[in-house]
């Protein structure tokens, strides 16, 4: 319960915007947290193996439940009514994409 209460609204906060997007390494390192917490709550050794874990928890693997958000989400995206339909199907805006090193530095250290 307790993992369910704090650790995984907060590993998957926002996982309608970033999962989509996310690489593989960061799966990964996202997996080992959940793991890791997961351990925790349950008293198991380091030994006991990851799948025995979630059995015992029932709760899913990290990415297979971020799927399971994102992806009706991402076909509701698809329909012709939704507001984000035309972030989908619209034109590709471009990148402000900046070379000059000098000009780099400077809007990193702006103060808003």
């Known amino acids: 319960m307790t993992y369910r209460s704090i650790c995984h609204g907060a590993l998957e906060y926002g996982a309608l915007i970033w999962a989509p997007v ?3 390494t960061n799966w990964k ?3 080992v947290i959940q793991n890791e917490a997961l351990r925790i709550a349950t008293g198991c050794h380091r030994m006991a193996s990851i799948d025995h874990i979630h059995k015992e928890t029932k709760v899913l693997p990290f990415r297979t439940r971020c799927d399971l958000l994102t992806k009706p989400y991402t076909l509701r995206c698809h329909l012709l009514g939704h507001p984000r339909n ?3 199907n619209g034109p590709l805006r471009s990148r ?3 070379n ?3 000009i780099q530095l400077q809007l ?3 103060v808003f």
Do not use: A, E, G, T
């Open 22 to 24: 996310v690489s593989n």
């Open 29 to 31: 390192h996202f997996q």
């Open 86 to 88: 035309k972030d989908l």
């Open 96 to 98: 402000l994409m900046i």
């Open 100 to 102: 000059d090193l000098d």
């Open 108 to 110: 990193q250290f702006q």
